[in-house]
């Protein structure tokens, strides 16, 4: 999709590993266009960086003079444009002195990439979440708790006093895609469909018992070959059974903490269920204009004075 | 791999989903020939089945008379060549009364399928390892404890007076594959190479803290983007971590328990490694010629007069 606007202010950009991107902002930071394509950073090599990023905003750029780009995401990974290199927690989630300026030929170009973070121990990285929790900062500076950015790879992240001080990734959303669309579980859940009590029994389970998930598995296959399981019955159990083990293990980020849930709709409701069964009341925000926030605050601290 | 015998008395068909294996068996019992192909299941419409064979025994078919094949495996399965229907346990592994008589227009065939076998609650099914199991039994009728039978999709088998009393079934070798092959992990985890100290390491943990498993996962990556982990030490974790939550939720099949693994040798001593750091003292046997001993008790049922 791309809408033709006036030239951009400046054009703020989320890169992952699937997909780019990109929106034309106004001198009023709102956004005056936006497009977005399939040249994720896992498609390109070096070089098709800013060829891909033009082709989607070569016509917000003004001719006459240089437009900044403020990028968040895998593009900063050691294989994208640019290495943007991990900034240590604990620390601020934005620091305009660690983004990285990427190389650019065409002259309306000026490109800077916003670096992940890192934890030594237990070692863990992020990469495009700092940006969004930059951005749920700008809206609620004084936040003391606990952020859960669940998806492929779910983040746990303590905040306090306006740094990141812990995270914790959790494999969840890449496990239940492997095995709902490429484990012999392909053939008992169906990739559309759900059921709320399948799906809140199964969590139940996996938190009072996270030792038994090994066993739990294969049991929707079998439950399928022997008593008829419905494939929406199905699917909901094998996600409470991996969002359990995960709320298990997560069980010291978000026990007796306030926390927010940063993500889709669809993904972020089953998060605030599960952990509103078990007695928190964490609030809930969607990601994207998340994204947006924290790529304008990154913009607005490159126009800061140095301090 | 064909080496063209005489006719056979009859022969065995171990018919897995990837893969069809034939023996030649002489009237004293000895495997007089062999034959494989990448014909397994699940590649085979119910017409294919036949022809399939046939492009492997023919040679060894006499002219004049019926030669009796005896199958085990996911042949018999709802999307084989002809169901042969689970049979629940408690039960003996094998029942010639339960054996399924698959079509064939080849006037010089008589095939016969043997059942899996299910439980009830939980909900599980076997098949192909009851005629492993059968097979073990025929040298050791007498055994009274547990089977660990490792693979894709592991198997625990509570055995006692000649029968298979429960048994749980892991999905560990199916998500050690996705997750090595297909995830993020790929990055971080080698094809091959291997890690005893990163093994039992991992292992303990996973044992000590099962509920942590879905924080472990992704330490690996980590470690290996901001520390170096070594490859084949990453292998070796993910290994370790995935098999010591098998253990963990397998704990009331083997605690206290006479156990024998049986499966390949690189697996097995895995498992047996595992075991024994927990104080089991495992039996280790190879699973190909336990296959061939079930395949022949199942073909010496077929020969006993009707009780």
């Known amino acids: 999709?791309?809408?033709?606007?006036?030239?951009?202010?400046?054009?703020?950009?989320?890169?992952g590993t699937t997909h780019l991107r990109a929106w034309a902002m106004d001198t009023a930071g709102a956004v005056s266009a936006a497009a977005s394509?399939?040249?994720g950073m896992g498609r390109l090599s070096r070089d098709g960086f800013e060829p891909a990023l033009l082709a989607l905003i070569d016509g917000w750029l003004a001719p006459d003079r240089v437009t900044p780009v403020v990028v968040c995401g895998m593009a900063g990974s050691r294989q994208g444009w640019v290495e943007a290199l991990y900034r240590g927690?604990?620390?601020t989630p934005l620091d305009s002195g660690g983004f990285a300026s990427a190389p650019c030929r065409d002259p309306r170009l000026q490109v800077r990439i916003i670096p992940g973070l890192k934890q030594a121990t237990p070692a863990d990285v992020m990469r495009g979440e700092e940006t969004q929790i930059a951005g749920f900062l700008a809206g609620d500076p004084e936040f003391d708790?606990?952020?859960?950015?669940?998806?492929?790879?779910s983040k746990w992240v303590r905040i306090s006093a306006g740094e990141v001080v812990s995270f914790q990734t959790f494999m969840t959303g890449e496990m239940f895609a492997l095995l709902a669309d490429h484990s012999v579980l392909r053939h008992s859940v169906t990739t559309e469909g759900w059921d709320d009590a399948a799906f809140a029994a199964a969590l139940d389970d996996a938190l009072s018992r996270p030792d038994r998930i090994a066993a739990r598995l294969f049991t929707l296959r079998a439950e399928t070959l022997l008593q008829g399981l419905a494939p929406e019955a199905a699917r909901a159990r094998l996600s409470g059974a991996l969002i359990g083990i995960e709320l298990a293990a997560a069980r010291p980020y978000?026990?007796?903490?306030?926390?927010?849930?940063?993500?889709?709709?669809g993904i972020g409701a089953a998060y605030a269920t599960a952990l509103g069964r078990q007695g928190a009341a964490p609030r809930l925000l969607e990601g994207d204009p998340l994204t947006l926030a924290g790529l304008s605050a990154a913009q607005a601290s490159l126009k800061e004075p140095a301090r």
């Open 1 to 15: 999709m791309s809408v033709p606007p006036s030239s951009a202010a400046w054009i703020a950009v989320d890169w």
């Open 37 to 39: 394509s399939d040249d």
């Open 89 to 91: 927690v604990p620390c």
């Open 145 to 153: 708790g606990v952020l859960c950015l669940p998806g492929t790879h």
């Open 254 to 265: 978000w026990l007796g903490q306030a926390v927010a849930i940063i993500g889709a709709k």
